[in-house]
């Protein structure tokens, strides 16, 4: 059973910056492709950055030059380097994995901006 367990979010004032970790437990991140995604109430849950295997990464139109997506695979964990936070980043975020058949999905963490 893998374990994701999402961490370093909070209120933040816009133009902040916050850094995102995910760690995960019971499989390698080593040999996945790895994403970030947010949700917020009401909405589907949309994919915000991804990682391949090889360290390269894309970013929802909306986040880049704002946000980068790292992985330490010694450490089995993903992070969002999320900069410049605007009013419309706020929301509930996760990791997975990017593939159709993906592990259950972890409590996620609150990112705030609000002045």
């Known amino acids: 059973q893998v374990q994701l367990v999402e961490s370093g979010g909070g209120l933040v004032q816009p133009g902040g910056s916050l850094r995102l970790s995910c760690a995960a437990s019971g499989s390698r991140i080593s040999i996945n492709t790895m994403a970030w995604y947010r949700q917020t109430p009401g909405k589907q849950r949309e994919q915000v950055a991804t990682i391949t295997l090889g360290g390269f990464t894309n970013y929802l139109d909306s986040v880049k030059g704002r946000f980068t997506i790292s992985r330490d695979n010694a450490k089995n964990t993903v992070y969002l380097q999320m900069n410049s936070l605007k009013p419309e980043d706020p929301a509930v975020y996760y990791c997975?994995?990017?593939?159709?058949?993906?592990?259950?999905w972890g409590q996620g963490t609150q990112v705030t901006v609000s002045s």
């Open positions: 997975n994995k990017l593939a159709a058949l993906q592990w259950s």
